[in-house]
């Protein structure tokens, strides 16, 4: 009986009397992929089912179209509504333009709905209080060009919604209240990079299953609200670069939280103790606010803590309190431009994990801990300006770190002697040394040559003589050298011009493997990936004739700077003063240029 059973539906679903797409279907189908520009790939004869990309019901019907990625230039067309049993439209990632039919957010089967990465235009229209509810689920529109504001009752139907992402648009206005208030499993809103403007929308205390708020990159004022700090469920709050003020103890509510990012706001509170409540916290960014006082003890709770960004406040008083031992996940730790005082503490050197350390531009004193040693995985190191002293020490401590690639120790050291000897011994993997604006005397050390995998070198205002040693052009990576306002003498090499950086016609590797980290301490302001390659070599004292060469054999956007009072016989200006700083094309051809043009405040 069972085994005939089966065989008779085996048999029935066989011998289905649908056994291609419909007419109907297959024109609509023909239709739309004739608006994307495809219709000469598809052929009309077969079964639209088996086409690529198209997947079918049982009963014959379109339920999935996947056109993601395959360059479609044309328009999304209004015919989609007619194919009554779609599920999932992905059209992601290509070069759509036009605007989204109103047919299609208002399709009554559609729940998947991707639309994302392309250039698409228009602003969404309301949809008729009319409309009955929608299955739509999930909604991508982000990154396209849409503008406008953001329709408020399209959200009133969606009682569906889980997933809505329209950040990186041009949305202007209000952000209407949260589609929670209608959709009871909503869980994720992505509105960053646009252009909204006012408060944080109301309707947070409906959302109960809210995971994620994201809408940073745009215009949001006003104090963080009450409402926000019942959505206990969030777990990634990221409102980073609006103008939002207020206190946080309210935050120390969302329990669950793994990512907090409220960077470049106006917030001018502490850090409570409360902090420590946020036990699942990751990510934790409060960089460029107008937060002030100590960091709590509270943070020690944070237990699970990866990254820790701190930079430009007015954060003050000793690190003490916080005890880094309990940390063991920390990878960043971003203190940059604070007006934290004392030691650096010795807790810090527990936190094994630590992959990038930056402590410039504090009031930080005392002497760098050879415990620094134990740090195995640190590869960015920035304590400029940090008051430290002794370089030959300092320079031994750290050379022995196989995993350092980046170090900057600029505005230390004052008045100090470039070590040179054979002590300083290491930096195996070291790709970028910064020793600028340090006063030194002494020469450009014989233990830079044996660096081999260095990039970039700055040593600018200093007080280092001698001439420029040849062995510099076996530098096989360099690509950045800037030794400016020396007092370096002798002639110019013309081993300088063998440099491979000179040579080559490929752009600056982006070699910085910088821990997302997007500004350089003390030349904080440089994005590595956009580094020109640099060959700086003004303000010395050089004498004899400039290598003929120097312009023509530079590869393209390398910058050659050299010290005008060289210019004896070559170029226009025999004369000129010694701060001004020529720069000369291939060809002969010499400009006035700023020595500082490259270096320049945000
Ligand atoms: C799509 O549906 C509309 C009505 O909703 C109809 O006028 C049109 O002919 C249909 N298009 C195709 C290709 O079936
Ligand atoms: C759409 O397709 C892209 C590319 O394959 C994929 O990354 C994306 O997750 C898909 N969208 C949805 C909502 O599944
Ligand atoms: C929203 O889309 C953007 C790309 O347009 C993506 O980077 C972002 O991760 C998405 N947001 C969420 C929450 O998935
Ligand atoms: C949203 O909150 C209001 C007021 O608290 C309540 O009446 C409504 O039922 C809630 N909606 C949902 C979907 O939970
Ligand atoms: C937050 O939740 C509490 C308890 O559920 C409730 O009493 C309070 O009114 C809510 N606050 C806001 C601003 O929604
Ligand atoms: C930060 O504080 C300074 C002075 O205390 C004030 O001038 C500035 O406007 C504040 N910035 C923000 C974003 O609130
Ligand atoms: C740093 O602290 C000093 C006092 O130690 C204070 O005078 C100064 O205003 C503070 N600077 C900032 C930026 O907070
Ligand atoms: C810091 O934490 C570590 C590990 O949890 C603990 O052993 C140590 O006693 C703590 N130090 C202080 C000063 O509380
Ligand atoms: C170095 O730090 C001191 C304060 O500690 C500050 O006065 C000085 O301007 C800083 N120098 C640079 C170049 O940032
Ligand atoms: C610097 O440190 C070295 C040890 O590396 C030491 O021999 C030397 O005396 C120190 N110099 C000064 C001025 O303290
Ligand atoms: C040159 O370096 C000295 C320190 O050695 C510094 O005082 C001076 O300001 C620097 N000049 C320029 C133009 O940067
Ligand atoms: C460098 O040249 C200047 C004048 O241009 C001179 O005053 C200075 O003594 C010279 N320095 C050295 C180290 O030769």
Request: glycine share 6%.
């Amino acid at each position: 009986m069972l085994s005939l059973g089966l065989a008779l539906v085996l048999l029935i679903s066989l011998v289905s009397p649908i056994d291609s797409c419909t007419h109907q279907e297959k024109d609509s189908l023909l239709q739309i992929l004739a608006e994307l520009g495809l219709a000469v790939s598809w052929r009309s004869n077969t079964d639209c089912c088996t086409w690529e990309g198209i997947t079918c019901n049982q009963d014959r019907k379109v339920t999935d179209v996947y056109m993601a990625s395959r360059c479609l230039q044309g328009s999304i067309s209004p015919f989609l509504g007619n194919l009554t049993a779609l599920l999932r439209l992905n059209l992601s990632h290509n070069l759509l333009s036009g605007g989204l039919p109103l047919e299609l957010v208002q399709s009554s089967s559609i729940i998947v709905l991707d639309i994302s990465f392309n250039r698409l235009t228009g602003s969404l229209s309301e949809l008729p209080s009319s409309t009955p509810a929608q299955p739509l689920q999930v909604l991508d529109i982000s990154s396209n060009l849409f503008t406008g504001r953001f329709p408020s009752t399209t959200w009133e139907v969606m009682k569906s919604l889980v997933d809505l992402n329209a950040s990186t648009n041009s949305f202007t206005g209000q952000i209407p209240t949260t589609p929670c208030v209608s959709a009871p499993y909503f869980a994720m809103l992505d509105l960053s990079f646009n252009k909204f403007s006012g408060n944080i929308p109301p309707g947070l205390s409906n959302c109960s299953k809210m995971t994620l708020l994201s809408a940073g990159h745009n215009q949001l004022s006003g104090i963080l609200p009450d409402e926000l700090f019942n959505v206990t469920s969030l777990e990634h709050l990221s409102l980073p670069d609006n103008h939002l003020e207020g206190p946080l103890n309210g935050i120390m509510k969302l329990t669950n939280l793994v990512t907090l990012d409220l960077g470049g706001n106006g917030l001018n509170s502490n850090i409570p103790e409360s902090i420590g409540e946020l036990t699942k916290l990751q990510e934790l960014h409060l960089d460029h606010n107008n937060m002030s006082r100590e960091l709590p003890s509270g943070l020690s709770n944070c237990i699970d803590l990866i990254t820790i960004d701190l930079k430009s406040n007015y954060f003050s008083g000793e690190l003490t309190k916080v005890n880094f031992s309990n940390l063991p996940n920390l990878k960043k730790l971003d203190l940059l431009y604070n007006n934290f005082t004392g030691n650096i503490p010795e807790s810090i050197y527990s936190c094994s994990k630590l992959t990038a350390l930056r402590l410039s531009h504090n009031k930080f004193h005392g002497q760098l801990s050879e415990k620094i040693g134990n740090l195995k995985s640190l590869s960015f190191l920035s304590l400029v300006n940090s008051s430290l002293t002794n370089i030959t020490r300092t320079l031994q401590i750290l050379s022995t770190s196989r995993s350092l690639t980046t170090l900057f120790l600029g505005f230390n050291f004052m008045h100090e002697t470039m070590p040179d000897d054979y002590t300083i011994d290491g930096f195996e993997n070291l790709q970028v040394l910064g020793l600028n604006d340090c006063s030194l005397s002494g020469h450009i050390p014989h233990w830079l040559s044996k660096l081999t995998n260095l990039r970039m070198i700055f040593l600018l205002n200093n007080r280092l003589t001698e001439p420029i040693p040849d062995w510099i052009s076996s530098l096989n990576f360099l690509f950045c050298l800037d030794i400016s306002n020396n007092s370096l003498t002798g002639t110019i090499p013309s081993a300088l011009m063998d440099m491979p950086m000179l040579r080559s016609d490929k752009i600056a590797p982006n070699v910085f493997e910088l821990p997302a980290y997007d500004k350089i301490p003390s030349l904080q302001y440089l994005r590595p990936g956009a580094f020109p390659k640099v060959l700086n070599l003004g303000m010395n004292n050089f004498s004899g004739e400039i290598p003929k060469d120097i312009g023509c054999t530079s590869g393209s956007g390398t910058r050659v700077t050299l010290s005008a009072s060289l210019a004896s016989g070559i170029g226009p200006p025999a004369r000129v003063a010694r701060s001004e700083i020529l720069r000369r094309r291939c060809g002969g051809l010499w400009r006035h240029e700023s020595s500082a043009s490259w270096g320049t405040a945000r």
